[in-house]
């Protein structure tokens, strides 16, 4: 019956392909770029990026809504990621890819795997905790809880020794997460439910008991499910994280699969920019990835006018600097130019005099666009100018992220000038 279901699915999806207006996916960037530029967060290097599957199950995921918890990221499936997006309009929609499994997520599932996807990289990081937010969303919800057909995901961190550990746990660190573990009767405070009811039909498939059976639903009112996803269910934004050393490289597997058969999906989004290393102690970073970005960025963290302290050692040839400091943005800009990072860098030299002080970070816009726009765009640009800061070494609680949009301007914003400098990120250290 599953399989009947298959042809059925597939149209109804095809013809929703075109009105996405609550999100959208991008299959065309390559794995690399979507882990370097979307995934990666601050005080982490990356390299040896792959991908193993189909080119349409993995891809960049946009909603300005925030459905899921997430505005951008990465989603990877077991089917088509075109098939994310909603509305929901049947309870079982899916893409077979007629892929292989992972012999990996096989023992986890204990069953057969298909259609997987596999996204790998070695990384590296400044501080002795990683971590990145993600959310676990599926079509096999509800009716399939409970199971054989049980999807499964998980993200092997493997260390310098080569022990492997799956992270992709709940917070009490042993619960693996798939569809027969979180859910509407196990933890169910984990779980988003997102189902369909038939409410048209006098008789529904029973998929569990193979039979045909009266709807106890039939004419009675519909209530349409309430997230833009076509996935029946999912979990709340959780968090993978792991205790690492610094500058070791680190190697992680993120995988899903269906199981039992590859016809209905799931899916795992992986928050943008919420890859990053944290902790107590910072450590300079060699590069132990040799290629253009990397460099780059390695250069960058090592600072030609910047000296990385011992324990208990203070850091030497600090450039001169104030004790504030703004950086301007163009217009509709979050993104940061050579010149605003060099001003960074002498905040952060003044700042490694004491670095007990703690630096309030405030993001402000001009007056074009919606209130609501412009919050979020100055958001983003004291977020930016935050983990710039992280990355040079200071601790993201020594940092105090604030945003206010248009409503604190420094100048007139009736001329191009007064907008031009209401576009900034005001950097001030705490005394």
């Keep these: 019956m599953r399989c009947a279901l298959r042809l059925i699915t597939l149209l109804l999806s095809i013809l929703s392909f075109q009105n996405y207006a609550h999100g959208q996916i991008d299959t065309t960037q390559t794995a690399k770029y979507l882990v370097e530029e979307i995934l990666l967060g601050s005080g982490v290097l990356t390299g040896n990026v792959t991908f193993t599957g189909e080119k349409h199950a993995i891809g960049l995921y946009n909603d300005s809504t925030n459905q899921l918890g997430i505005e951008q990221g990465i989603v990877l499936t077991s ?19 007629n892929a292989p499994g992972d012999e990996e997520l096989d023992k986890i599932a204990r069953g057969k795997t298909y259609d997987a996807s596999v996204l790998e990289f070695d990384f590296v990081t400044h501080s002795e905790q990683v971590s990145f937010e993600f959310v676990f969303a599926s079509e096999e919800y509800l009716e399939y809880v409970g199971s054989k057909f049980n999807d499964v995901f998980a993200f092997f961190l493997t260390d310098p020794e080569g022990e492997k550990t799956n992270i992709a746990k709940l917070p009490d660190g042993i619960t693996p997460i798939t569809v027969n573990t979180v859910n509407h009767k196990m933890n ?15 008789f529904i498939w029973d998929v569990r008991n193979r039979k045909v059976i009266t709807n106890e639903n039939y004419l009675q009112e519909e209530q349409p499910p309430k997230y833009f996803t076509q996935f029946d269910g999912f979990t709340t934004v959780l968090k993978a994280q792991a205790t690492v050393i610094p500058n070791k490289v680190y190697h992680i597997k993120i995988a899903i699969a269906d199981v039992g058969d590859g016809i209905l999906d799931s899916g795992v989004f992986l928050k943008a920019g919420s890859f990053s290393s944290s902790g107590q102690q910072v450590v300079k970073v060699d590069n132990h990835f040799e290629s253009e970005n990397t460099t780059k960025a390695v250069e960058r963290l090592k600072k030609k006018s910047i000296t990385y302290p011992k324990a208990n050692e203070t850091v030497i040839k600090i450039k001169p600097s104030t004790q504030s400091a703004i950086i301007e943005f163009d217009f509709d800009k979050a993104s940061l130019s050579e010149a605003a990072y060099s001003e960074i860098e002498n905040v952060f030299a003044t700042w490694s005099k004491n670095s007990i002080q703690k630096l309030e970070i405030t993001g402000h816009t001009d007056n ?25 070494g200071i601790p993201k609680t020594h940092l105090i992220v604030e945003y ?16 031009a400098r209401n576009r900034r990120v005001e950097i001030k250290i705490l005394h």
């Design 188 to 202: 169910a405070n984990f779980y988003v439910d997102n189902a369909y009811t038939n409410v048209t039909d006098p």
């Design 368 to 392: 074009y666009g919606s209130d609501g726009y412009n919050i979020d765009l100055s958001k983003r640009r004291a977020q930016v100018v935050a983990q710039a800061l992280q990355t040079l």
């Design 79 to 97: 089917g088509n990621a075109y098939y994310v997006l909603g509305p929901n309009k049947t309870p079982r929609s899916g893409w077979a890819s």
């Design 404 to 419: 206010y949009g248009e409503k604190q301007p420094l100048k007139n914003n009736n001329s191009d000038f007064g907008r």
